[in-house]
């Protein structure tokens, strides 16, 4: 038997069903997170435990020889240390510098149509509608109106009195209850906005010192894309039916979704083939992994009514200059923090005053990081 039983871990029984051992993990992860106080390496081991009994074929394999898999050698570790500095010469620029702390983004809004173009004071618009709006009561009481003229031209006679007044108390009937129906949706419209306490961003970036990526990108879309007065900010989002932080980022506006990873990487120009997979100065690049692709995907399955994209932002990890090509048409094409607010910000302003509240809800129910500080 293993050191560590899988099912006594999780505290289930070995006739448990996948619903179970699935609700019995999301409540152990929350309080066995290294943000919420347990350690990485008993974090890991859950994570593994839940992996195996999730998936029905290693649970079979895993139950028949009474053990764990045997997990995967460790490659070796390679640690980096700093080059000496030559007597007299400069020390060589090699490799990611642990004490480089890039710049806070900084873009010329100047340059930037839709900046110019979106007003900022605009008035928010809640979506889908609840309400009748202003037009069928105009319309009751104006046809009840056009009447009156009518009446004062020809003979009145009592049954045509009768039927004049016959229409008059039904028009305000039907002006009555679009009233009721037009206050309610107005009321509904006030306790969405009070709820949230008229918040714009939900969650927080990473905190740790590897996480300097994510604190970037929350300050780059606070400073620029809250422009846009229907934008909403979400920070550390789970992928559908998933307990963890898998993406740093998304930002909503009206009906379009754009989901964002931060990566600190090593300087050079970052492209994307017609595959989707990434470059670094005109080579494959194997320097980092993503789950950008993965999560557009699964969100574009939770949201099938919304358009939904990714955008790979990279940050230099020591000094340097990151460039990007013009974002291509892939799931995760990467941006410098000016090639994404210029494009994003542009697909994003085509309705930039619009909150589809059951759209926000779902997302919002997605994240699963410490709430952002009011």
């Not at 029984?13 to 619903?19: D, I, L, M, V």
């Not at 210029?342 to 589809?356: I, Y």
Request: a negative charge; glycine letters at 8%.
């Amino acid at each position: 038997m293993p050191e560590v039983d899988y099912y006594e871990l999780l505290g289930v029984n070995r006739a448990a069903s996948a619903a179970e051992i699935k609700s019995a993990y999301r409540s152990l992860a929350k309080v066995m997170h290294p943000d919420a106080g347990g350690t990485a390496g008993t974090f890991r081991l859950l994570r593994q435990a839940y992996e195996t009994l999730s998936d029905p074929a290693r649970r079979a394999e895993y139950d028949r020889r009474g053990e764990r898999p045997p997990e995967p050698a460790a490659a070796p570790r390679t640690r980096w240390t700093r080059p000496r500095r030559p007597s007299g010469g400069r020390a060589r620029e090699f490799g990611e510098d642990p004490d480089f702390v890039p710049d806070p983004p900084d873009v010329d809004v100047d340059a930037i149509p839709w900046w110019r173009r979106v007003n900022a004071e605009e008035r928010v618009r809640y979506t889908p509608h609840t309400g009748p709006g202003h037009a069928p009561m105009v319309a009751a009481l104006g046809g009840a109106v056009l009447l009156l003229p009518v009446l004062l031209l020809v003979e009145l006679t009592p049954l045509l009195l009768g039927l004049w007044l016959l229409v008059l108390v039904a028009a305000a009937a039907l002006v009555h209850r679009l009233l009721r129906a037009y206050l309610t949706a107005i009321r509904a419209e006030r306790a969405f906005a009070a709820e949230h306490d008229g918040r714009r961003e939900f969650g927080q970036p990473g905190r740790e010192r590897d996480e300097q990526g994510e604190r970037l990108t929350a300050t780059l879309l606070n400073r620029y894309l809250t422009r846009l007065p229907g934008v909403r900010i979400f920070h550390g989002l789970a992928l559908p039916g998933s307990v963890f932080a898998d993406v740093d980022h998304a930002v909503l506006c009206g009906r379009r979704l754009v989901l964002i990873e931060s990566k600190l990487w090593l300087p050079g120009h970052y492209g994307a083939d017609d595959a989707g997979e990434l470059t670094r100065n005109g080579h494959l690049f194997r320097g980092g992994a993503i789950r950008l692709p993965e999560a557009v995907a699964r969100y574009r399955e939770l949201l099938p009514e919304v358009e939904v994209r990714g955008a790979l932002l990279i940050y230099p990890s020591r000094a340097g200059e990151v460039t990007t090509d013009e974002p291509a048409d892939v799931p995760a094409p990467p941006m410098t923090p000016e090639h994404f607010v210029r494009e994003v910000g542009e697909w994003l302003a085509r309705e930039p005053a619009t909150v589809d509240r059951d759209v926000f809800r779902t997302v919002l129910d997605q994240v699963v990081s410490e709430p952002a500080p009011v």
